[in-house]
């Protein structure tokens, strides 16, 4: 087993990472950093070391050197340099620049050192799962000599494991029926689907072999990018977590939403960010199930059906009810959620974390190549 173990998933909402340093008793730990990546000239790095005040943790002053090409990454990018999160562009091109700054920053917070030895684990959408050799090559070559926060560092990529997302999910998160043995998977038909802030994917396995491997734009952004169509002055930072506190908008949530100034416009202006919040809503609701029903094969006889990302969750009823017609085990993949939550604490849970973190536990596990760790009972105080 190498120094570090990482597990990564390079959310477009929020980057995840995973890790533990131990060789023996395995201590999983979790590392958070916002997917923000630019490129800028050195000078901005060296006033910015220069002037700044205070001590900001690694992870929200993260930089990284690589062969005299600058990035600011993470919170950095987004605070000191206004930068917008691209879902155009790959997430293959800024895997790079994150994968540094997520490696430094454990070095920095665990005392590794400068020079150790690496395991690394990717989840990566379908579409760009293709050129994941491509991708360990240049992180190989990478990790062999950067700067981070101006230290260089030499890490030896000792082991690399690509999967599809979802891939998590189907390594560690199958459960078997009430009273039944789990079969094995060349015995069954399994759908996956992966349903995050910046697309959807979904995985169709037959007996054991990948027949079907999409991946769609389809994922919570649409919906934010209509709302924005529809009303004014919004931004993502401040509609995504007042969307996310529940599907039915409160009057308080719109308050703080409303802009206007002048109170005869500030009532209509709720009432039109309340329409297009709804509206886009059951506008996303029937495009994302469309889809879905568009691509299981209808011939094919699904066992077990596994469900992940923070979208998902959001939209539990919709998709239960569209996919209880198939007749298949519906696993909500509360088995890692509830292990996630168990490793890192309520903190998780309370911020609605279990479901965007549960694909890349079970890819930490995997790569790992251990089971994942008993649930803890919890004993009531009648049965103390």
């Known amino acids: 087993m190498s120094d570090l173990t990482m597990a990564l998933d390079f959310g ?65 990018a987004k605070r000191q340099f206004s930068t917008i999160h691209c879902l155009n562009s790959l997430k293959i091109d800024s895997a790079i620049p994150l994968t540094l700054a997520m490696v430094g920053a454990v070095a920095e917070i665990k005392g590794l050192g400068t020079t150790f030895s690496l395991d690394l684990g990717v989840l990566l ?63 069954t038909n399994l759908v996956v689907l992966m349903i995050g802030y910046r697309n959807a994917s979904i995985l169709v396995v037959e007996r054991g072999e990948l027949t079907i491997g999409l991946t769609s734009e389809f994922g919570f952004s649409q919906m934010i990018t209509k709302i924005k169509t529809f009303t004014s002055g919004q931004s993502e930072d401040v509609l995504i ?5 529940g599907k039915s908008i409160s009057d308080r949530t719109l308050e703080r939403l409303a802009r206007s100034q002048r109170a005869e416009l500030r009532e209509a202006e709720k009432k039109e960010i309340k329409d297009a919040i709804e509206d886009s809503q059951q506008e996303y609701v029937a495009t994302l199930t469309n889809w879905i029903s568009q691509q299981i094969p209808p011939h094919l006889e699904i066992d077990e059906i596994l469900l992940g990302g923070g979208t998902a969750k959001y939209f539990k009823r919709n998709l239960t009810t569209l996919l209880k017609s198939y007749g298949a085990q519906i696993n909500w993949s509360q088995s890692l959620e509830k292990r996630v939550v168990q490793t890192f604490g309520n903190e998780v849970s309370k911020n609605y974390l279990a479901s965007r973190l549960a694909d890349v536990y079970g890819l930490f596990y995997r790569l790992l190549k251990k089971p994942l760790p008993r649930l803890k009972e919890v004993v009531t105080r009648e049965s103390a």
């Not at 001590?55 to 990035?71: A, C, E, G």
């Not at 959408?125 to 360990?136: G, N, R, V």
């Not at 977590?241 to 506190?245: D, E, G, W």
């Open 241 to 245: 977590p007042a969307i996310c506190t």
């Open 12 to 76: 477009s909402s929020l980057g995840r990472a995973i890790y533990t340093t131990s060789s023996s008793y395995v201590k999983p730990e979790l590392l958070l950093l916002d997917p923000h990546v630019v490129e800028v000239p050195n000078i901005s790095i060296a006033n910015y070391e220069k002037y700044k005040v205070g001590n900001p943790s690694p992870q929200d002053s993260s930089w990284v050197n690589l062969n005299d090409t600058y990035f600011a990454v993470g919170f950095l």
């Open 125 to 187: 959408p379908w579409s760009e799962f293709k050129d994941k050799d491509k991708l360990k090559s240049v992180l190989d070559s990478a990790l062999q000599s950067f700067e981070y926060r101006g230290q260089q560092y030499h890490v030896t990529l000792q082991a690399f494991d690509a999967l599809p997302e979802g891939g998590g999910l189907f390594a560690r998160g199958r459960v078997a029926s009430k009273g039944k043995p789990m079969k094995r998977v060349t015995e």
